[in-house]
């Protein structure tokens, strides 16, 4: 092969490389975003979920209406840790069921 056409052949290797690179920093980012939207939709579900808890330890009666530090304490342990909801929730709803038969 001639220099000329060797110098060539590595230009276009070397322009193909750098587009894969480009193409592949793109998707990179795309894919940062939708990891970012996901995260902040997660966030917004286990945000929700701790409301919920909350709510439905004042229903069952174990945190008054108006005890709004209390609710806030849960709802901060439900959002440090959301597999505890189903379990404190569960507890008081079967330990009402019980009281009431």
Do not use: C
């Amino acid at each position: 092969m001639k220099p000329a056409a060797a110098i060539a052949a590595a230009e276009a290797r070397a322009h193909r490389a750098e587009s894969v690179a480009l193409e592949m920093q793109i998707r990179l980012a795309f894919s940062r975003v939708k990891i970012a939207e996901l995260e902040a939709s997660a966030a917004k579900n286990r945000e929700a979920s701790a409301t919920r808890g909350v709510q439905q330890m004042v229903l069952a009666g174990a945190i008054g209406r108006t005890d709004t530090f209390t609710q806030y304490e849960w709802k901060a342990k439900f959002l440090a840790d959301p597999g505890l909801i189903p379990l404190a929730v569960g507890k008081l709803f079967n330990l009402r069921k019980q009281a009431n038969q």
